[in-house]
């Protein structure tokens, strides 16, 4: 099945430079304050907390369904962009690319965040399931992406100029 039309970004402007925009995003641990599904994040190893190719642990939950995901680093250039990708439960398979990116202006920062279903995705949905059952569920989770992104947004602006 193709994932290449699932993807989707939006963008908000901050007042604060983008160095300290990124410094709030990158810190994975704080993603609990930002987004409206994950509820936490620790870091594998703290010593490489940021920095590209490390791997974090988000905590999520919607109502009362929970599960953790398995996400590594995959851009982490200050002020200007970063990304992960969810690997799901077990680490095994790059599902999911969330990314931020940063641009300065005027002492303001557009921040741009971006999600993007991956090739492997349908294979984790299941062998057993057919193209339509995988595109509702890739549908499904497509709106909430794009209602969380908003809400991870606006949260981040609340944050980042109080």
Same mark, same amino acid.
């Given at each position: 099945?193709?994932?290449?039309?699932?993807?989707?970004?939006?963008?908000?402007? $901050?007042?604060?430079?983008?160095?300290?925009?990124?410094?709030?995003? /990158?810190?994975?641990?704080?993603?609990?304050?930002?987004?409206?599904?994950?509820? /936490?994040?620790?870091? +594998?190893?703290? /010593?490489?907390?940021?920095?590209?190719?490390?791997?974090?642990?988000?905590?999520?939950? $919607?109502?009362?369904?929970?599960?953790?995901?398995?996400?590594?680093?995959?851009?982490a250039?200050?002020?200007?962009?970063f990304?992960?990708?969810?690997?799901?439960?077990?680490?095994?398979? @790059?599902?999911?690319?969330?990314?931020?990116?940063? @641009?300065?202006? +005027?002492?303001?920062?557009?921040?741009?965040?971006?999600?993007?279903?991956?090739?492997?995705?349908? /294979?984790?949905?299941g062998?057993?399931?057919?193209?339509? @059952?995988?595109?509702?569920? $890739?549908?499904?989770?497509?709106?909430?992406?794009?209602?969380?992104?908003? @809400?991870?947004?606006?949260?981040?602006?609340?944050?980042?100029?109080?």
């Amino acid at each position: 099945m193709d994932v290449s039309s699932y993807r989707h970004d939006d963008s908000i402007r $901050i007042n604060l430079p983008a160095p300290q925009v990124y410094a709030i995003v /990158s810190d994975v641990t704080r993603m609990g304050e930002l987004s409206p599904v994950c509820t /936490s994040c620790t870091w +594998d190893h703290a /010593s490489r907390a940021g920095d590209e190719g490390s791997w974090f642990t988000g905590h999520n939950a $919607i109502g009362d369904l929970t599960w953790d995901t398995r996400c590594k680093v995959v851009a982490a250039d200050p002020g200007r962009r970063f990304a992960f990708i969810n690997y799901g439960l077990d680490g095994a398979a @790059e599902l999911v690319r969330w990314g931020f990116d940063f @641009e300065s202006a +005027d002492g303001e920062t557009r921040v741009t965040e971006s999600w993007q279903v991956l090739p492997a995705y349908p /294979s984790f949905i299941g062998a057993d399931s057919t193209d339509a @059952e995988i595109a509702a569920r $890739i549908d499904g989770m497509a709106a909430l992406a794009r209602e969380g992104i908003q @809400e991870t947004l606006a949260n981040l602006k609340s944050v980042a100029e109080a």
